[in-house]
């Protein structure tokens, strides 16, 4: 609870927004619909790049993409998010 009111009071309603479109994206990656759900995931890095929710977002995002066989773009995700898991802990 105390966690979640911290990311509240730096994220505002960005957690919310976020995580509604992480879990359609999800659900179309689920679904095999990995060029929608790339999609999805890209918009909510394009807007939120610093987020809460940025090593899941990469996550799916290399998910996709591996699953669209692009492996170079799948490993560039995979890179950023060692990067960034490296750079300190996150909220995933």
């Given amino acids: 609870a105390e966690l979640e009111a911290l990311v ?3 994220f505002g309603g960005v957690a919310r927004v976020d995580d509604g479109l992480i ?8 679904a095999g619909n990995h060029e929608e759900a790339l999609k999805l995931y890209g918009q ?3 807007q939120n790049p610093d987020g809460p ?7 799916g995002m290399a998910e996709s993409l591996a699953a669209l066989k692009k ?8 890179a950023e998010l060692a ?3 490296a ?6």
């Fill in 8 to 10: 509240n009071q730096r």
């Fill in 23 to 30: 879990a359609q994206a999800e659900k179309l990656l689920q």
């Fill in 44 to 46: 909510v890095l394009a």
């Fill in 53 to 59: 929710r940025r090593l899941r977002v990469r996550g």
């Fill in 71 to 78: 492996p170079a773009e799948a490993t560039a995700q995979l």
């Fill in 83 to 85: 990067k960034d898991g």
């Fill in 87 to 92: 750079a300190g802990p996150a909220l995933a």
